[in-house]
């Protein structure tokens, strides 16, 4: 489908379940619309994940259209449809009184027009239905005009419909990133005075929108929305407070266009990116003025870095694995590998960012140099290559890296010589995993246990 002049689309545009969905409703004497992101999506040609159905058949009815639906949200008029192993949403259209919790309408009231249907949705690129027995457009606020124009424009009152429900602002910041859209100014300007229902947002929800956010090519675009708008400054000022920072003479951007740019170039899953995000949080802590070179340092950003991501995250009720993946790789972003690096070196750095990390660091890294915008980047893309190819090599030769892979283990320090268990049998493993990282030639069984015993011998002259 296309956004344009046309009343109707072919209904060989839509998915045969869902026709069968709605051709039940039908066979039943109710009407059925496909509605919503679903049609959105299809007139931009992108690729649709969930098609949502509006009827005019009252909740009860739909029950014994389809006896075995899900009741997901009877009360508000929605069943969940399970059809050919997938899942379909089917709506009463319905109209919505006061939001007075900032989230969900106090009570609602089932009507049988689909035009006063479509007039409680957000966005108007959200507000299209197509009829699914005739293929009739109905877009009574001009949602494909918009589409065309890419504007994103809240339905009737913008100020209204963010008073709602807190979320759509913040929805508002995603659409204009993942649907590459520019704000209406009416809609932007409504966001500001909807800030009190925005604070009300639950921590969940809010994680949800950023998640989402970084599907898109810039999500910058959502973030720099969120921060002119106001909604970063309740969501994480920690981000908002590196706007204006100047950086050095090796930055053409201030922090915030640095991070901006960087979570930009850095592709892949949502986690990573809000990595890239984050990684220079530690900046305006640790910012200095050189009185030798006259030029900003930031020494130990990164573990400053580290400590201010973890609680935010938190905050953010990301779960302890999300948490822990993000503040390692804010911690261990900056690394300087340089030809003089020895095989022991590069075996301690992978010790240091652990292996199962090396992939998202050398993503991380490399979207950090391309982001500090003086254009001169290739030096280090060519150092990053350097040093993947030094730790493939010292994978490939199967050195020891952790504990694990020494050739023996707690146990055989309790057997053959003795060592009570305790801390110490970690400390003794430490110790032996520094020895081989220097000479790997010396894990082997009989080596280790006699440096065990030179270990042992030493802490009990102590």
């Not at 689309?9 to 619309?33: I, M, N, Q, T």
């Not at 089932?110 to 035009?115: A, L, M, P, R």
């Not at 590196?242 to 915030?256: I, M, P, T």
């Not at 305006?284 to 573990?303: C, I, M, N, V």
Request: hydrophobic share 40%; net charge negative; with cysteine.
């Amino acid at each position: 489908m296309q956004p344009g002049d046309e009343k109707r689309v072919s209904l060989e545009a839509l998915p045969s379940d869902v026709l069968e969905v709605c051709a039940r409703l039908h066979g039943a004497g109710k009407r059925a619309w496909v509605v919503g992101g679903c049609v959105r999506d299809s007139l931009m040609n992108r690729p649709v994940s969930d098609w949502d159905i509006a009827t005019d058949a009252l909740p009860d009815e739909l029950m014994k259209i389809f006896p075995r639906a899900i009741p997901t949200g009877i009360e508000h008029g929605t069943v969940t449809v399970v059809h050919r192993k997938k899942h379909f949403e089917v709506t009463t259209l319905r109209g919505e009184g006061a939001y007075t919790d900032g989230r969900r309408p106090d009570d609602v009231h089932f009507v049988d027009d689909i035009t006063a249907d479509l007039a409680r949705r957000d966005f108007t690129v959200n507000a299209i239905a197509v009829d699914a027995s005739s293929g009739v457009i109905v877009d009574p606020f001009d949602g494909r005009g918009d589409l065309s124009r890419r504007v994103l424009r809240a339905v009737g009152v913008p100020l209204e419909r963010f008073r709602e429900d807190g979320l759509r602002a913040l929805r508002a910041a995603r659409f204009v990133a993942t649907l590459d859209m520019q704000l209406d100014d009416a809609t932007r300007a409504a966001i500001p005075q909807a800030l009190d229902t925005y604070k009300r947002v639950s921590a969940e929800r809010v994680r949800d929108e950023w998640v989402k956010t970084m599907k898109a090519d810039k999500p910058s675009r959502a973030f720099d929305v969120m921060r002119e708008t106001g909604l970063l400054d309740i969501t994480c000022p920690e981000l908002t407070a590196l706007f204006g920072v100047e950086q050095n003479r090796y930055h053409a951007f201030d922090v915030w266009r640095h991070s901006m740019e960087c979570m930009d170039a850095c592709f892949g899953d949502p986690t990573l990116r809000i990595a890239a995000l984050f990684h220079d949080i530690g900046k305006p802590q640790t910012r200095e003025l050189s009185a030798k070179t006259g030029d900003y340092t930031f020494y130990d950003h990164e573990r400053v870095g580290a400590e201010i991501v973890e609680p935010i995250c938190g905050r953010l009720r990301f779960s302890n694995d999300e948490r822990a993946r993000i503040a390692h790789l804010v911690r261990h972003h900056l690394f300087h590998y340089s030809s003089d690096w020895t095989d022991a070196a590069v075996r301690r750095w992978i010790r240091r960012v652990t292996p199962e990390r090396i992939e998202d660091l050398y993503r991380l890294n490399e979207a950090d140099v391309r982001a500090k915008g003086t254009g001169h980047f290739e030096k280090d893309i060519e150092t990053l290559a350097a040093l993947k190819s030094h730790v493939a090599r010292i994978i490939l030769a199967g050195d020891a890296l952790n504990v694990r892979d020494l050739r023996i283990g707690g146990r055989d320090l309790i057997t053959e010589l003795s060592v009570r268990p305790g801390k110490i049998i970690g400390e003794i493993l430490d110790a032996l995993l520094e020895i081989v990282t220097v000479d790997p030639s010396l894990n082997d069984r009989e080596q280790l246990l006699q440096r065990a015993r030179e270990i042992l011998s030493r802490s009990d002259s102590h």
